[in-house]
């Protein structure tokens, strides 16, 4: 039998939460305000999870998503919510958990929001493929779910992907190949295989080359503000192709003077522009990105100093903190060593770049011992999905 639940909000994760009888209910696809039909959770945890089977009163912000496999594959999660109200929805999703987590009162209005091509805007994806057919991992499971085209994807992308569904078809597909991932800059394209129970040949990836223009054999040279940062296979580079310039620019805001430093650096995407505007820069990185970013400082023809070193290491070892420190960590956020570091060390500016909220604002519970926020930005690096990046700037208490 179905139950009829009322979405109070929208929580971080994609979902919208409803409360039967004191117990929590959470269901995708939802929006505040909607009275929906779910099928009954079957476990009995106080926070459950309910499949949606229909909306009996939609909300005003509800569009129909034009994606045909929307609700299936993993990717997207807000494509049923017009975009304008996608932004609003974060907005207020990283105000509450900055909030609770943080408890940090920050009036929402007072959040700048950044956004730019809604659709078309990832220059990285990864396939999976299986039994001759290419797609996405299913949302909370495995099952393949086969794509046809990818509206979030860049038109590069979304041209590698029916090349790789005729591909994949072919006899001369390596059937241990199950998953790719696709990296454009839209002339150049870069393949990294992700998943492979044997090595791969050359030839297929001189077949990828011949079937797909632009292909290149190692590092993708991809520009940003008239920059030109070379991408090694694998390392990170961030994958909204309409904002990075802006991201990079917002990080660094105003800020100029004799020392910063550049931590979880990647590339050198930051690097590059803060030793233009710092007398000495030291870039922090532990992947082989810091090959990168040596590569990347040197084209430029700036000096930057490169650590190859774990973040919180590097911060142990430090004996003072320059003016300015920005940082970019991971998911996992800075953590407790981090934290506990740069409070001692408490550089007068601290820019943390995040891409999850919730690790965000337990960072920020400690930090704001010392530190208040100066400005904070979501910048909405991932329209369709619930994922939030902010830049939040902090200025020493004293
Ligand atoms: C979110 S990316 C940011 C990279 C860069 N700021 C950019 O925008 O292109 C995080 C980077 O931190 C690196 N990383 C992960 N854990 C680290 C750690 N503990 N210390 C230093 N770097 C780390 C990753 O390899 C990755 O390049």
Redesign the pocket.
Same mark, same amino acid.
Request: charged share 15%.
């Given at each position: 039998m179905a139950l009829d639940l009322t979405i109070e909000k929208l929580v971080y994760g994609g979902e919208g939460l409803a409360r039967v009888d004191g117990e929590v209910i959470f269901t995708p696809f939802v929006l505040p305000g909607e009275l929906v039909q779910v099928a009954p959770p079957t476990s009995k945890k106080h926070a459950q999870r309910a499949s949606l089977i229909g909306v009996t009163q939609p909300s005003g912000d509800r569009v129909e998503a034009p994606c045909p496999i929307f609700g299936e594959c993993g990717g997207c999660h807000y494509q049923h919510i017009d975009y304008p109200a996608q932004l609003r929805f974060k907005r207020g999703i990283l105000a509450e958990t900055l909030k609770r987590g943080a408890k940090l009162e920050f009036d929402e209005n007072r959040i700048q929001i950044v956004s730019g091509d809604p659709w078309g805007y990832r220059n990285r994806t990864q396939f999976h493929i299986e039994n001759g057919k290419v797609g996405y991992r299913q949302m909370r499971g495995q099952k393949l779910v086969p794509a046809a085209q990818c509206p979030i994807s860049s038109p590069k992308i979304n041209e590698a992907l029916a090349k790789l569904n005729r591909m994949a078809k072919d006899r001369r597909w390596p059937k241990f190949v199950s998953s790719l991932e696709v990296f454009t800059d839209e002339v150049q394209v870069q393949w990294n295989v992700q998943e492979a129970t044997q090595p791969v040949a050359k030839h297929f990836f001189e077949w990828l080359a011949a079937e797909i223009p632009g292909t290149v054999p190692g590092a993708l040279d991809y520009e940003v503000n008239g920059d030109v940062f070379s991408i090694a296979g694998n390392? @990170?580079?961030?994958v909204n192709r309409s904002l990075i310039g802006c991201?990079?620019d917002l990080a660094m805001g105003d800020e100029s003077g004799g020392e910063a430093w550049?931590?979880? +650096?990647? +590339?050198?995407? @930051?690097s590059v522009p803060l030793a233009r505007k710092f007398g000495k820069v030291t870039a922090?990185?532990?992947?082989r990105?810091v090959d990168d970013l040596q590569r990347n400082t040197r084209r430029a023809g700036v000096e930057v100093e490169a650590v190859r070193?774990?973040?919180?290491a590097?911060l142990v070892e430090a004996n003072a903190a320059p003016d300015f420190v920005l940082a970019?960590?991971?998911r996992a956020g800075l953590g407790a060593t981090a934290v506990a570091r740069l409070l001692e060390l408490a550089p007068r500016k601290l820019v943390i770049?995040a891409?999850d909220p919730s690790t965000l604002a337990r960072d920020l519970a400690g930090l704001k011992e010392r530190y208040e926020v100066e400005r904070l930005i979501m910048v909405d690096l991932f329209p369709q999905t619930f994922h939030i990046e902010t830049i939040i700037g902090l200025v020493r208490r004293d």
């Open positions: 390392s @990170f580079f961030q991201l990079s550049d931590l979880y +650096a990647g +590339a050198g995407l @930051f922090v990185e532990s992947g990105a070193q774990n973040s919180e590097f970019d960590p991971p770049v891409c």
